[in-house]
């Protein structure tokens, strides 16, 4: 699977799973707790991925160093809110209107991403650095998946996102 499909498919579900959240009855806390957890998990774990393996390769290349860059605040930016999400204590109108915040972060960080980004990244890497990227990114994702298994994920993404 190639950078770009991989990274595309973690948007498309990051997406929809905001839509789930955005959309989701108010009144069912329990469920839509569950569904934040489910959203701040997928994207902390692709934002750590991006982190960890695909932009230190972009932030080193001249063409793609300023980019890289703002990604990394972007994403920190996001786990601020994220944190403050998770932690907040507000009334449901201010926790909804951080919600859309958050929204709109990731959503122009997606677009800029997907439209600037990884056009520059495929044209200045070759297709086995790509290709390496990816199946970093995958082999990584499956000993995260095994500390799931192990019962020691929610520390993991505790820890990640802190």
């Known amino acids: 699977m190639s950078i770009f499909t991989l990274l595309k498919a973690d948007h498309r579900k990051i997406e929809r799973l905001f839509e789930r959240l955005r959309s989701m009855d108010l009144s069912l806390y329990t469920a839509r707790h569950n569904l934040f957890?489910?959203?701040?998990?997928?994207?902390?774990?692709?934002?750590?991925?991006?982190?960890?393996?695909?932009?230190?390769?972009?932030?080193?290349?001249?063409?793609?160093?300023?980019?890289?860059?703002?990604?990394?605040?972007?994403?920190?930016?996001?786990?601020?809110?994220?944190?403050?999400?998770?932690?907040?204590?507000?009334?449901?109108?201010?926790?909804?209107?951080?919600?859309?915040?958050?929204?709109?972060?990731?959503?122009?960080?997606?677009?800029?991403?997907?439209?600037?980004?990884?056009?520059?990244?495929?044209?200045?890497l070759n297709n086995d650095q790509l290709q390496n990227i990816a199946e970093q990114i995958q082999t990584w994702r499956k000993q995260v998946e095994k500390s799931h298994s192990l019962g020691i994920f929610h520390r993991f993404i505790h820890a990640l996102s802190a």
């Open 37 to 124: 957890q489910k959203f701040k998990e997928e994207l902390t774990l692709h934002s750590h991925a991006e982190e960890k393996f695909f932009y230190p390769v972009l932030k080193n290349m001249v063409r793609s160093h300023t980019l890289a860059l703002e990604a990394y605040e972007q994403h920190h930016a996001v786990q601020m809110l994220l944190h403050e999400l998770t932690q907040s204590h507000d009334p449901e109108e201010v926790w909804e209107a951080k919600l859309e915040v958050l929204a709109e972060q990731v959503l122009h960080h997606i677009h800029e991403e997907e439209h600037g980004l990884f056009p520059l990244a495929e044209k200045a």
